[in-house]
């Protein structure tokens, strides 16, 4: 079965860390730009951070400088986001999404208003940051 699984959320206070993986099943992962993305509650998904098919370059939004960091395992068919100083505004859904298009520029795989066509979508795991 061809599919995005993503793992790793949970509670956590703030202050805290968590890695999040995004491990691709059916497919070769090393073929594929991943991005990861977050959905708030009552707030629109926005992209996080997206890492190039060989992890050479990667982008990150202005939320994600200095707390985040992606990369990737292509031999464990696995991409990881680092979250540090876990903020409760990062409180969220985290999904992970996979396009092959090698043209397609990670700025523009992160800006979710793009509208590009992603080939596969993870069904994301629940971060919540709480005291």
């Known amino acids: 079965q061809v599919q995005l699984v993503v793992s790793g959320g949970g509670l956590v206070q703030p202050g805290g860390s968590l890695r999040l993986s995004c491990a691709a099943s059916g497919f070769r992962v090393r073929s594929y730009a991943i991005g990861w993305f977050r959905q708030a509650p009552g707030k629109e998904r926005e992209g996080v951070s997206c890492?190039?098919?060989?992890?050479?370059?990667?982008f990150y939004a202005d939320s994600a400088k200095g707390r985040f960091t992606v990369s990737r395992d292509n031999a464990k068919n696995t991409v990881y986001l680092q979250i540090d100083s876990l903020k409760p505004e990062d409180t969220a859904v985290y999904y992970c999404?996979?396009?092959?298009?090698?043209?397609?520029?990670?700025?523009?795989?992160?800006?979710?208003?793009?509208?590009?066509?992603?080939?596969?979508w993870g069904r994301g795991t629940q971060v919540t940051v709480s005291s």
């Open positions: 999404a996979a396009v092959k298009n090698p043209f397609t520029l990670l700025q523009t795989m992160c800006n979710i208003s793009q509208r590009i066509d992603y080939d596969y």
């Open positions: 890492i190039s098919n060989s992890g050479r370059n990667t």
